[in-house]
């Protein structure tokens, strides 16, 4: 009689402990999404110093306390959606590919029956490929979508468009001239 039937015959849950040195698909997975929320939001929160400069010079721009105030709140709710935005994609992505990578290494830890460094660069190729692909799709969707875009436009249509940093430089002109 082995362990695992001696602990189901005494009322007790059959140990599942795998290989030493394997991680747990869970735990690895955890990490990498803690791990990605903080990137992610480092990474957004860094990201916002230039759009915080363009906050500060609209506000030297007017000497009425309420439309700073508003400024400000507008501009700090702003950051927060995006670094909050940040965090999330970036928690889901490493998370994903932690999750798809610890899945398949131990998956082939099953298969195979040894726990050796081929799985996990068996894992890792594997992984590496799957999201390759995935973000190849993911631009050949983009250049599909923004070549669709450039066709669906007449060229009467496009002489009148300005870019958006036209259009700020224009209602900040306004702004001042008033």
Same mark, same amino acid.
């Given at each position: 009689m082995t362990q695992e039937e001696a602990e189901a015959d005494a009322g007790g849950t059959p140990?599942?402990?795998? #290989?030493?040195?394997? %991680?747990s698909w869970g735990t690895g997975t955890l990490v990498g999404v803690f791990t990605g929320l903080l990137y992610g939001g480092a990474k957004e929160a860094n990201a916002n110093v230039s759009k915080d400069a363009e906050v500060m010079l609209k506000m030297g721009s007017t000497t009425d306390k309420r439309e700073q105030y508003r400024l400000m709140r507008d501009a700090m709710e702003k950051r927060f959606i995006r670094v909050a935005k940040g965090s999330l994609v970036g928690g889901a992505r490493l998370g994903m590919f932690t999750a798809t990578f610890f899945g398949i290494q131990n998956l082939l830890i099953e298969n195979r029956g040894v726990h050796d460094v081929? &799985?996990? %660069?068996?894992?890792? @190729?594997?992984t590496a490929a799957a999201f390759g692909l995935i973000c190849w799709v993911q631009l050949k969707l983009a250049e599909k979508? &923004?070549?669709?875009?450039e066709n @669906?436009?007449? #060229?009467?249509?496009?002489?009148? &468009?300005?870019?958006? %940093?036209?259009?700020?430089i224009d209602r900040l002109e306004n702004s001042l001239r008033k």
């Amino acid at each position: 009689m082995t362990q695992e039937e001696a602990e189901a015959d005494a009322g007790g849950t059959p140990s599942r402990a795998g #290989p030493v040195g394997t %991680v747990s698909w869970g735990t690895g997975t955890l990490v990498g999404v803690f791990t990605g929320l903080l990137y992610g939001g480092a990474k957004e929160a860094n990201a916002n110093v230039s759009k915080d400069a363009e906050v500060m010079l609209k506000m030297g721009s007017t000497t009425d306390k309420r439309e700073q105030y508003r400024l400000m709140r507008d501009a700090m709710e702003k950051r927060f959606i995006r670094v909050a935005k940040g965090s999330l994609v970036g928690g889901a992505r490493l998370g994903m590919f932690t999750a798809t990578f610890f899945g398949i290494q131990n998956l082939l830890i099953e298969n195979r029956g040894v726990h050796d460094v081929f &799985n996990i %660069v068996g894992a890792g @190729s594997a992984t590496a490929a799957a999201f390759g692909l995935i973000c190849w799709v993911q631009l050949k969707l983009a250049e599909k979508a &923004n070549l669709e875009i450039e066709n @669906s436009k007449s #060229p009467s249509d496009l002489q009148g &468009n300005q870019s958006r %940093v036209g259009a700020a430089i224009d209602r900040l002109e306004n702004s001042l001239r008033k």
